[in-house]
């Protein structure tokens, strides 16, 4: 009988079958009275293959495939076998012999990028480069501007698979510890972060700005007593400088939480969910990790080896191995910084008791570079008041955030993550554009 079947799932055990494939036309070649059709679908490949001989495809069809437009969509219909030997060039290793073949979408002859070109790693071209051949290197700006045809690639299709596994494992375990998912509105009277980075516009009459993060309304979700809350949602930041790092939207993980003692319940919750993450990445996305890796190695991450106690302070010993750690940084991976001078940090981040030019804060960086940012926040309406007054910012814009601390409030803390730096750094693809499906950066706000 006739059976739909992805790319990925055809295996030698289908030998035989006669199964029904739709997918782009990734490569072909007329030879004679054969026609050699690869075809792929979400960045798996098949070899298809159409004969004239037994009269199994007719003259016209056969002319008809060769002169296939890549990265049509077809519905190819045939028998699955098995030829003696390794196929080289496809993910799959059994053929398709095509009885049937539809074009269900044509796509243009001529292409502003090509899959191969741009599936192609360093590795690919060192070794033309020996061989004397030449390949078109297809630049950033050029995949950016074509990105639903960039996005087809093997790896592409492969970064944004793990990006969806980052939020799903997010959610997955901050719901597992009793947090509440929110959505906080994304429409601001006034900036939460500082106002170089805000951008700005017209509500109806009223001056307004794009959220720079969930910051006060996650807060006051707890100020309304729902304990624990997280969000994953669209963050805006008006960055000038043009970095392998910044966008100027990005995705927000942002938790907050109740504290009972102390901030380290916070850094201790957010150790238990990077492992949760990273084992999950490393046992759900083994397949995309592979083919991540195809196109641009790297190192899977590496912990450092030091045991500090959490709750303690750090001993002379472990602050100069975290020193040596973090100046040597790329012998680790993954580490915590905490105490940050008040004087580099946000309004609502509170001052430490035993010594108030430090703060109740902490950053967590990987391969060297931040990641997450997080904190204790003020809690007393006055200090808070007191604070923003000193961090120069418009308390008016921020009464109703500030009011909301005056019908009593548990102490709490949390900390914000950006999805793309996560993906970009766990497989250290070094520039945050790669992680982002439609980047926007300082000059870029298409397609
Ligand atoms: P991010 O979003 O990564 O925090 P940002 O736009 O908030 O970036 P800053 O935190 O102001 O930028 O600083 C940018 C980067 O410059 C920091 O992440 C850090 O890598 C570096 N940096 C800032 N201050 C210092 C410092 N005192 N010493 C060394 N590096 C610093
Ligand atoms: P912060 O400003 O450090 O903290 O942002 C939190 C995390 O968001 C990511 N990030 C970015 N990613 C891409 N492009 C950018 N322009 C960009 N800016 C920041 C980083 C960073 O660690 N309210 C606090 C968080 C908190 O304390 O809960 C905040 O926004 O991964």
């Not at 159409?50 to 190819?76: C, H, P, T, Y």
């Not at 292409?111 to 690919?124: F, Q």
């Not at 309304?224 to 805006?236: L, T, Y």
């Amino acid at each position: 009988g006739r059976k739909w079947i992805k790319v990925s799932q055809l295996d030698q055990e289908l030998k035989g079958q006669t199964v029904l494939v739709r997918g782009r036309v990734h490569a072909v070649r007329g030879k004679g009275k054969m026609a050699f059709l690869v075809v792929r679908e979400s960045g798996y490949t098949v070899q298809c293959l159409a004969s004239i001989a037994e009269n199994i495809v007719s003259k016209q069809m056969l002319k008809f495939i060769s002169g296939l437009n890549k990265e049509s969509i077809i519905d190819v219909e045939g028998e699955v076998s098995v030829p003696p030997g390794e196929i080289a060039g496809t993910s799959q290793q059994v053929e398709i012999q095509i009885r049937k073949l539809f074009c269900v979408s044509k796509a243009l002859p001529s292409l502003p990028l090509t899959l191969e070109d741009a599936s192609r790693s360093e590795l690919d071209f060192e070794k033309a480069e020996k061989e004397g051949k030449q390949y078109v290197k297809v630049g950033q700006d050029t995949r950016l501007n074509n990105r639903v045809l960039d996005l087809r690639t093997p790896c592409n299709q492969a970064v944004f698979r793990v990006q969806s596994h980052v939020s799903m494992l997010f959610r997955e375990y901050l719901v597992s510890e009793d947090f509440v998912e929110v959505h906080t509105p994304k429409l601001m009277a006034g900036a939460s972060e500082g106002g170089s980075s805000v951008f700005t516009l017209d509500y109806k009459g009223q001056p307004a700005c794009l959220a720079q993060s969930p910051q006060l309304h996650k807060q006051m979700g707890i100020c309304a007593d729902f304990g624990r809350v997280f969000e994953i949602g669209p963050v805006f930041r008006a960055e000038n400088s043009f970095t392998h790092r910044h966008l100027c939207e990005f995705t927000g993980l942002d938790l907050e939480m109740e504290i009972k003692e102390h901030y380290f319940e916070v850094i201790d919750l957010l150790d238990k969910l990077f492992v949760h993450i990273f084992d999950g990445l490393n046992s759900k996305c083994k397949k995309e990790l592979e083919a991540i890796n195809q196109q641009y190695p790297f190192e899977p991450l590496k912990e450092a080896g030091t045991i500090v106690d959490p709750m303690g302070d750090l001993n002379t010993e472990s602050e100069k191995k975290l020193g040596q750690l973090v100046k040597d940084k790329y012998d680790t991976d993954f580490y915590i910084l905490h105490r940050y001078p008040l004087a580099v940090r946000p309004f609502y981040t509170m001052p430490c008791a035993d010594d108030p030019r430090y703060t109740n804060s902490f950053d967590v960086f990987i391969r060297g570079e931040e990641i997450i940012s997080g904190a204790q926040r003020v809690h007393d309406v006055d200090l808070l008041t007191k604070r923003a007054i000193e961090c120069g910012i418009d308390v008016k814009s921020l009464s109703t955030y500030i009011d909301s601390f005056r019908y009593g409030v548990v102490p709490h803390g949390g900390l914000g993550v950006g999805l793309e730096r996560v993906v970009m750094l766990f497989c250290a693809l070094g520039n945050i554009r790669k992680t982002s499906m439609f980047p926007r950066d300082p000059q870029r706000l298409t397609p």
